[in-house]
């Protein structure tokens, strides 16, 4: 059910988001199911707050407090929360731009509120040149049209890397390169995360790893990278002011996406642009209102939604879409959020 609380997309703190995750992985509706549960925007309790008083720090009026218990279902009492406990935010739909109410810039509560994304492991990035692989899975035990969790597969070791019996590694593949649509100059590497594998045996010509993961389906010649444990808890960081951008594509290569998609975006590290961190997805057109005068008139920005960076690299960076008010595509821009008058 969609709550009451309200939400203005033209400030920072304006966060009450309940984020919808697109299925990374149609097949596997629990996962999708835990997904779109453990996703989205969270403050933290502290001692002394009550759903009273939160409703009126995040909704301007503590009426709504019925509406924030009945969205925070392992809240048994209303009545009685406790510090430590993660109470789940949410947006209201249907009010954006000047036309929403503005709400009065709390800095004290940022560090309360944190975006948890729990299939953060599943993201993957776009790099300007492709990882040297420490494997390549060549053959899968059985005789099985799809590898899953649980399956034997057959590794063949790289000459980059070794591979520790015990250790986990992140199975990928690398997509076609991608270039800029206009300029047509490389942009990078696309590298699609499928799952995790455990090594469980070594021999001197090939490996054997059980399948502990599938975040999409897995196929012989997909290849291993080291697993890194990436934690879903995002603290809200301030993103560069004035910082410009463009989305380059999908991670699931639609044509046009909105909320709960992850797509990738063309500012980076060496941008300043790190996890946690919003970004505004816009368009401003220009249109000639004098058919007798040659000149354009560039016309106010339209608001079409909202990014929050999950994972960067030195150019490009893996977001989530936590807004969408209409939907757009790659090529999309972005801007870092400001306030408007």
């Given at each position: 059910?969609?709550?009451?609380?309200?939400?203005?997309?033209?400030?920072?703190?304006?966060?009450?988001?309940?984020?919808?995750?697109?299925?990374?992985?149609?097949?596997?509706?629990?996962?999708?199911?835990?997904?779109?549960?453990?996703?989205?925007?969270?403050?933290?309790?502290?001692?002394?707050?009550?759903?009273?008083?939160?409703?009126?720090?995040?909704?301007?009026?503590?009426?709504?407090?019925?509406?924030?218990?009945?969205?925070?279902?392992?809240?048994?009492?209303?009545?009685?929360?406790?510090?430590?406990?993660?109470?789940?935010?949410?947006?209201?739909?249907?009010?954006?731009?000047?036309?929403?109410?503005?709400?009065?810039?709390?800095?004290e509560l940022n560090r309360l509120i944190a975006y948890h994304y729990a299939a953060i492991e599943r993201v993957g990035f776009i790099r300007q040149q492709a990882l040297a692989?420490?494997?390549?899975?060549?053959?899968?035990?059985?005789?099985?049209?799809?590898?899953?969790?649980?399956?034997?597969?057959?590794?063949?070791?790289?000459?980059?890397?070794?591979?520790?019996?015990?250790?986990?590694?992140?199975?990928?593949?690398?997509?076609?390169?991608?270039?800029?649509?206009?300029?047509?100059?490389?942009?990078?590497?696309?590298?699609?995360?499928?799952?995790?594998?455990?090594?469980?045996?070594?021999?001197?010509?090939?490996?054997?790893?059980?399948?502990?993961?599938?975040?999409?389906?897995?196929?012989?010649?997909?290849?291993?990278?080291?697993?890194?444990?990436?934690?879903?808890?995002?603290?809200?960081?301030?993103?560069?002011?004035?910082?410009?951008?463009?989305?380059?594509?999908?991670?699931?290569?639609?044509?046009?996406?909105?909320?709960?998609?992850?797509?990738?975006?063309?500012?980076?590290?060496?941008?300043?642009?790190?996890?946690?961190?919003?970004?505004?997805?816009?368009?401003?057109?220009?249109?000639?209102?004098?058919?007798?005068?040659?000149?354009?008139?560039?016309?106010?920005?339209?608001?079409?939604?909202?990014?929050?960076?999950?994972?960067?690299?030195?150019?490009?960076?893996?977001?989530?879409?936590?807004?969408?008010?209409?939907?757009?595509?790659?090529?999309?821009?972005?801007?870092?959020?400001?306030?408007?008058?």
């Amino acid at each position: 059910m969609t709550s009451k609380l309200r939400f203005n997309p033209l400030r920072r703190t304006s966060i009450f988001f309940l984020l919808l995750a697109a299925s990374l992985v149609p097949s596997l509706a629990q996962s999708q199911q835990t997904v779109r549960y453990e996703t989205g925007f969270f403050y933290t309790v502290q001692k002394g707050d009550t759903l009273w008083d939160l409703s009126e720090k995040f909704s301007d009026t503590p009426w709504q407090w019925p509406e924030l218990w009945k969205e925070n279902s392992q809240i048994a009492n209303p009545h009685r929360i406790y510090p430590g406990q993660r109470i789940r935010l949410y947006r209201r739909r249907g009010v954006q731009g000047a036309e929403a109410k503005k709400i009065v810039e709390k800095p004290e509560l940022n560090r309360l509120i944190a975006y948890h994304y729990a299939a953060i492991e599943r993201v993957g990035f776009i790099r300007q040149q492709a990882l040297a692989p420490q494997g390549t899975i060549f053959k899968v035990e059985g005789k099985k049209e799809m590898i899953s969790t649980g399956d034997l597969v057959y590794i063949r070791p790289e000459k980059t890397g070794m591979l520790t019996k015990g250790e986990k590694y992140t199975i990928y593949r690398t997509l076609k390169p991608i270039k800029d649509v206009k300029t047509k100059q490389p942009i990078g590497i696309q590298h699609y995360l499928a799952g995790v594998v455990q090594i469980t045996l070594k021999r001197p010509e090939f490996v054997l790893g059980r399948i502990t993961a599938t975040y999409r389906p897995i196929r012989t010649g997909d290849m291993l990278m080291t697993y890194v444990k990436r934690l879903p808890h995002i603290s809200l960081q301030d993103a560069p002011k004035g910082l410009e951008g463009r989305i380059i594509i999908s991670e699931e290569h639609q044509t046009i996406f909105g909320e709960g998609a992850i797509a990738f975006i063309d500012k980076g590290q060496k941008d300043g642009v790190v996890p946690g961190q919003l970004y505004w997805v816009y368009k401003q057109e220009k249109y000639r209102i004098n058919p007798e005068k040659k000149y354009e008139t560039t016309l106010t920005p339209v608001f079409l939604g909202e990014l929050l960076v999950l994972r960067t690299e030195e150019t490009t960076a893996t977001v989530t879409v936590t807004d969408s008010r209409r939907a757009f595509h790659a090529g999309s821009r972005i801007i870092t959020p400001f306030k408007l008058e």
